[in-house]
């Protein structure tokens, strides 16, 4: 009698981690969907948003919303399997033919180094799919969300990141790659708010690159500015250099 006793539980034991194998590799794919930034040579940051798929025109898109809490996730980039959603991997636009699967994934397959091109052109919209053998990065089209602009006080955080922090709101943080800079000042190197020459209605006018952005608000404390940003991708598009009270 005992031996079957246990050549029975051998055989369930065995059974149950077979169904078990499955479900325990699904566990550990991860799937975030959001807006891909370069950091360094071979990462990224992404924060996860929730993805709807849309048709528009026939064309597949993604509307992404923000998710109250989400963290930023950094991600190892090389060996990465990169699929875009361009004809070519190294084309910087779509010029207006796009290889996209049923899922409104891009298919043209590429690797980190069109990667590392694409995110340094900008924010990246992508589905990152992680598993235990392969990272796949999937490029796809966004639905435009209207951008904001606002008065607030700002802070450096690195050289290409800030945090914004509206009046009653909580701060955000925004990322730029090229960056229109508005000065109040008489040179596009002086210090902040040095001196005022070129203002109307109290913010700046005199037009200045991301670099001069870059080192003007290294050397200063939180300042005050006009900012034109998209907040679902955290892409900081415009700041003009502004007079506090």
């Known amino acids: ?73 950094r991600i190892f980039t090389d060996g990465v399997r990169f699929r875009r959603i361009t004809t070519a991997c190294d084309l910087k636009e779509t010029e207006g033919r796009i290889r996209q699967d049923k899922k409104g994934l891009g298919t043209t397959d590429c690797d980190a180094l069109d990667l590392k091109f694409v995110l340094s052109l900008g924010p990246a919209p992508v589905k990152i799919t992680i598993t235990p053998s392969l990272t796949t990065v999937a490029e796809f ?65 005199k037009p200045c690159s991301a670099t001069a952005f870059r080192n003007a608000i290294r050397h200063a404390g939180p300042v005050t500015v006009k900012v034109y940003y998209q907040p679902v991708s955290g892409h900081l598009w415009e700041v003009w250099e502004a007079l506090g009270d």
């Open 1 to 73: 009698m005992t031996r079957p006793l246990i050549a029975a539980a051998v055989t369930v034991l065995a059974a149950s981690t077979l169904m078990a194998t499955p479900a325990a590799a699904t566990a550990k794919t991860q799937t975030i969907y959001g807006y891909a930034w370069a950091d360094g040579s071979n990462h990224l940051r992404i924060t996860p948003a929730k993805a709807r798929l849309v048709t528009q025109h026939g064309v597949r898109r993604y509307k992404l919303t923000t998710v109250a809490g989400a963290k930023e996730r």
């Open 141 to 205: 089209l966004a639905v435009p969300t209207n951008p904001v602009t606002a008065y607030g006080s700002m802070k450096r955080v690195d050289d290409r990141t800030v945090l914004f922090k509206r009046p009653g709101r909580a701060a955000v943080k925004l990322r730029y790659t090229h960056l229109g800079f508005n000065r109040v000042t008489k040179s596009c190197s002086d210090g902040w708010t040095a001196n005022v020459p070129n203002e109307e209605a109290g913010i700046g006018t």
